[in-house]
């Protein structure tokens, strides 16, 4: 029997760049839970394990049997109501460590949980995590894959939670989930004033005001339209303010991510000084950003949360939602049938935009169906994905042409546009999936789960 040492951590969101790393599909059920010993199976790709560990928190001993089909299926109907599901990414991080990123499926949808695992106790205690990894529970039993089968997402995560409650008032609903995305954007500007990673840390807080923005589109027909233009450009702007930095960021990993997918293929000279410039650059965006940028960006989300109150929210029927709803779905729906026409780089990311729209709204009202529409939200996020990472090429090629580098720009290029041709065809076909309604069936279709939970 083997000696585990690894740290845990509690991501606040998923990485935009996840989907840029090699992944696997795990799916787990348990056999034998006591205080100190566990039992579980696990289907991760073609690997199927029998796996008993003792003990908790950083330190557990680990003993791992590899299982055929036949004994593997035999046994998994036993783990009944005691399974979870989550895809998991590996991160290379600092000094030849790998960091195992969970997306938890499901119930456990939003919850994002990272694991280092280390070859001594010295080392996992030295160990200085990326900012992006959040807050460490090593030890925190809430968090183990056990509990999290047997009895969800932990409480107090809740109170937050991104997603229409069944026993609370729709308006208030949307006034509690505003509300929690600007306080987490908040209390994360506060958080990387604290930290080295400025860039990595802001992350978090773009994609708070991205969500709350999602929100004001779903319902604007009920804000009006004054309110809703002065309250969206508020967190727009401040969005922009922190793009330049992740904007910058961004630009290293798509480069490193390409790099490891190409290989030997791409210049290995002109990338290494490419990289080396982006990184200087990035550095010096992240300095000049941070100086004094947090306290003004908290100033201006918090004067709109004093807004929220305010909020003329009379209707708690589906007439709330409704219309927002299947504009974004419209608007995602023509934006596609453009870029299937004219697959230009200003096409592709307004398809990604009103998709990321669609997937923010379908995750707060997965309420009424939750095995349904977290299926048709997963489908909008990995297309949003897809048309991320293609975006992000094209930032990184314009970058190239700007530049004045040494090497094979032209092979270069030539990866680029062949990698986003492949995002491309995959982003199509999830998209002929997720947009294959008309909008009158699809919002016919949500209006029913809808009335059916109410």
Request: include cysteine; hydrophobic fraction near 35%.
């Amino acid at each position: 029997m083997s000696s585990e040492i690894e740290r845990k951590f509690l991501l606040p969101e998923t990485p935009a760049w996840l989907s840029k790393f090699e992944s696997v599909r795990i799916e787990q059920g348990y056999l034998a839970i006591e205080e100190e010993i566990e039992i579980r199976l696990r289907h991760a790709g073609d690997k199927r394990l029998l796996t008993a560990k003792r003990g908790h928190g950083e330190v557990r001993e680990e003993i791992e049997i590899a299982l055929d089909r036949e004994h593997f299926d035999s046994l998994w109907p036993l783990t009944e109501s005691r399974r979870l599901t989550k895809i998991r990414h590996f991160i290379p991080i600092a000094e030849s460590l790998i960091a195992e990123v969970d997306v938890f499926g499901g119930e456990l949808e939003g919850l994002v949980i990272g694991e280092v695992e280390f070859d001594s106790e010295e080392r996992s205690a030295g160990f200085e995590p990326p900012a992006w990894m959040g807050t460490d529970v090593t030890g925190d039993g809430r968090y183990t894959g056990q509990r999290l089968a047997i009895r969800g997402r932990p409480s107090g995560q809740g109170i937050r939670s991104y997603r229409l409650k069944r026993m609370e008032l729709p308006s208030e609903g949307i006034r509690r989930i505003v509300l929690g995305r600007g306080q987490e954007a908040v209390e994360g500007l506060r958080d990387a004033t604290n930290r080295s990673d400025w860039a990595s840390s802001v992350h978090g807080v773009r994609k708070d005001l991205k969500k709350l923005r999602a929100v004001l589109r779903l319902i604007r027909e009920e804000l009006g339209e004054d309110v809703y233009r002065t309250e969206n450009q508020r967190y727009r702007d401040a969005g922009r303010k922190l793009g330049r930095s992740r904007d910058a960021e961004v630009k290293t990993l798509t480069l490193s991510a390409l790099r490891e997918r190409s290989g030997e293929k791409l210049p290995p000279d002109l990338a290494e000084a490419w990289l080396v410039v982006l990184e200087r650059e990035r550095d010096e965006i992240v300095r000049q950003t941070s100086n004094g940028a947090a306290e003004s960006l908290i100033a201006q989300i918090e004067a709109g949360l004093e807004q929220i109150p305010k909020w003329q929210l009379e209707n708690d029927s589906w007439e709330l939602v409704e219309a927002g709803l299947l504009r974004s779905y419209r608007r995602g729906r023509q934006a596609m049938r453009r870029t299937r026409s004219d697959p230009s780089a200003e096409n592709v990311h307004e398809w990604r935009k009103r998709t990321k729209d669609l997937w923010y709204q379908l995750r707060i009202l997965r309420g009424p169906w939750p095995a349904v529409i977290s299926a048709t939200a997963a489908e909008a996020h990995e297309l949003a994905e897809l048309l991320g990472d293609h975006h992000d090429l094209t930032v990184l090629a314009d970058d190239l042409s700007a530049r004045e580098l040494t090497g094979d720009r032209d092979a270069v290029r030539g990866l680029i546009d062949h990698r986003q041709a492949e995002l491309l065809k995959c982003a199509l076909q999830v998209g002929e999936r997720l947009f294959a309604e008309k909008p009158k069936a699809f919002g016919s279709r949500f209006e029913s789960y809808w009335m059916a939970w109410r």
